[in-house]
C-alpha cells in the first residue's frame, strides 16, 4: 500500500515551459486536492475533486489547470510557467465515508523551481 | 486577516522540555481541529484531531481547543531531538459544502537539540 504518491519529486522549468504533476493513491479516495507551499504562507488549496471527472477551484487556481480522469490520479498542470510558480508542491487524498475525522494523506510533495 | 494564525517561530529548545504550540482562528464555524507535523522535504503527517472544545491526549502529546478564545493549542511534553519538525495546525468547518477543505496555519519550525 503506497498511499499518495507524486511524480516527479524535483523539476526545474523555464519560463513559459509547460508541465504536468501526477499524483496518484491506492486507498480508493474520492477526494484529492492540491496544495502549493511557500516560505512563511503555509499550505494554500489551488484546486481539488470530489470525484473522477469532477474539479474545482480553490484558493489559488491561477496559472493551474487539473484533471481527474481516473479516480486514483489527480493531475495538476502548469501551461506557461511563471517564477512565482516556484514552489513545493503536496497532493492529498482524503475518504467520503462521511466521517468528519477522515484525515487528509499526503504525499512527499515535488519541488518545483521555475527561472 | 488569515482564518488561522500561527507564529511561524522557529522554536529551539532543549530535549526534555515542555513545548506549547498555539493557532488562533476568526471563524467560528470551524469545529474540528488538526496538527499535523511535517518533517524536512516531507508531507505533512495528521498528528491530533479534535472534535469542539476540550482536551485530548495521546502518549507525550495534548492537544486543547478553547472556542470561546478562538484558541488551540498543542503541547509536547519531554520533547525529544525527534520532535523536530515543523508542526502546522488546521481546522474545518462542519458545513457540508466545503467538502472537507482544511484551513492551515503557516506552520511553526521546532527544533529540539540534546
Known amino acids: 500500500n503506497a498511499g499518495v504518491t507524486q511524480t516527479p519529486k524535483f523539476r526545474v522549468l523555464k519560463t513559459g515551459q509547460s508541465m504536468t504533476l501526477l499524483c496518484a493513491q491506492d486507498?480508493?479516495?474520492?477526494?484529492m486536492y492540491w496544495y502549493r507551499q511557500d516560505p512563511g504562507m503555509g499550505l494554500r488549496l489551488i484546486h481539488y475533486?470530489?470525484?473522477?471527472?469532477?474539479?474545482a477551484k480553490g484558493e489559488v487556481p491561477d496559472g493551474y489547470n487539473v484533471s481527474r480522469l481516473k479516480k486514483q490520479n489527480f493531475l495538476l498542470g502548469l501551461e506557461s510557467a511563471a517564477p512565482s510558480q516556484t514552489s513545493v508542491y503536496f497532493c492529498?487524498?482524503?475518504?467520503?465515508?462521511?466521517?468528519?475525522?477522515?484525515?487528509?494523506?499526503f504525499g512527499p510533495g515535488t519541488r518545483l523551481t521555475v527561472l | 486577516q488569515k482564518e488561522v494564525e500561527q507564529d511561524p517561530g522557529p522554536l529551539s529548545v532543549p530535549e526534555g522540555a515542555i513545548v506549547s504550540l498555539n493557532c488562533t482562528y476568526s471563524?467560528?464555524?470551524?469545529?474540528?481541529f488538526m496538527w499535523y507535523r511535517q518533517y524536512s522535504r516531507k508531507g505533512p503527517e495528521l498528528l491530533m484531531y479534535?472534535?469542539?472544545?476540550g482536551n485530548k491526549e495521546d502518549g507525550r502529546f495534548t492537544a486543547q481547543v478553547d472556542k470561546s478564545s478562538k484558541y488551540i493549542s498543542l503541547f509536547i511534553r519531554d520533547s525529544q531531538p525527534s520532535d523536530s519538525a515543523t508542526y502546522l495546525c488546521?481546522?474545518?468547518?462542519?458545513?457540508?459544502?466545503?467538502?472537507?477543505?482544511?484551513?492551515f496555519g503557516r506552520g511553526t519550525q521546532l527544533t529540539v537539540w540534546p
Open positions: 479534535t472534535y469542539s472544545s
Open positions: 471563524n467560528s464555524a470551524f469545529q474540528y
Open positions: 475533486s470530489v470525484g473522477e471527472g469532477t474539479t
Open positions: 492529498a487524498s482524503r475518504s467520503n465515508r462521511g466521517r468528519e475525522e477522515d484525515t487528509q494523506y
Open positions: 486507498m480508493n479516495h474520492e477526494y
Open positions: 488546521a481546522m474545518k468547518d462542519d458545513r457540508g459544502s466545503t467538502l472537507g477543505r482544511l484551513y
